[in-house]
């Protein structure tokens, strides 16, 4: 049973649109990351956040912001949408482990497919 | 530059036809290699952690083994549910804190 919840699943807009894409989590994990992924390529970091008011680019640039004003909850947001922004967005949280080195299980939503015209 | 390389792309086996994917990395500070299965319109699922080389993992018929270039997630007498795309993610320490990096995957298909 996911812990990790993403709405919506798929998602068919027009260009120019204001969308937001809704991530959140019951395990309490501070860590939250937004990965983009189109087929065939791999995962690239947008955004992520180390807790509630913390958020920080990743190294894909993306015209996208996210907020966290609480811990379970990491929304993404586009305020203008353009069909170059089409993709499979997955977000995830960190549990924070026991791994002193910082490297802790990733545990992925099950994504939204955003498709804009 | 840091790169995480896994090969092949794409692998067709037989059910019960033993293969092996490989995850190749260049990497300075390596923190963690990670193994994940992704199904066709799901996230990534978590399989296995590494964090030093010589360290192995086994969990059913896949086993995951660590060196210091490289790691291998061999798959033992596969199954069709084994059918899915395997990602390798290394664990950096970069600008983005310790996110993770992951490679393009390997599209697995295993045929009755």
């Known amino acids: 049973e996911a812990d990790i919840y993403q709405t919506p699943r798929y998602l068919v807009i027009g260009t120019g649109k204001k969308i937001t894409l809704e991530c959140s989590q019951t395990?309490?994990?501070?860590?939250m990351y937004w990965y983009q992924q189109d087929p065939g390529m791999e995962l690239h970091l947008i955004h992520y956040?180390?807790?509630?008011?913390?958020?920080e680019k990743g190294d894909l640039s993306s015209e996208s912001t996210v907020s966290r004003i609480r811990t379970e909850h990491f929304p993404l947001t586009l305020e203008s949408a353009r069909p170059s922004h089409t993709s499979q967005y997955l977000c995830?949280?960190?549990?924070?482990?026991?791994?002193?080195?910082?490297?802790?299980?990733?545990?992925f939503g099950a994504g939204s497919r955003l498709t804009v015209l | 530059e840091d790169q995480v390389t896994q090969s092949p792309e794409a692998l067709r086996l037989q059910e019960g036809e033993s293969s092996s994917l490989n995850c190749s990395y260049t990497?300075?500070?390596?923190?963690?290699l990670f193994w994940y299965r992704q199904d066709p319109g799901k996230g990534p699922e978590f399989l296995f952690t590494?964090?030093?080389a010589g360290e192995e993992k086994e969990k059913e018929r896949l086993k995951a083994t660590l060196t210091k270039k490289e790691s291998f997630l061999h798959i033992t007498a596969p199954k069709p549910e084994d059918s899915a795309t395997y990602l390798c993610?290394?664990?950096?320490?970069?600008?983005?804190?310790?996110?993770?990096?992951f490679g393009k995957g390997t599209s697995l298909l295993v045929t009755p």
């Open positions: 995830a949280s960190e549990d924070r482990g026991t791994q002193s080195s910082g490297a802790n299980v990733l545990t």
């Open positions: 395990m309490g994990h501070d860590k």
């Open positions: 956040s180390y807790g509630v008011n913390s958020t």
């Open positions: 990497v300075s500070g390596l923190r963690g």
């Open positions: 590494l964090y030093s």
């Open positions: 993610a290394v664990h950096l320490n970069s600008n983005s804190g310790y996110a993770l990096n």
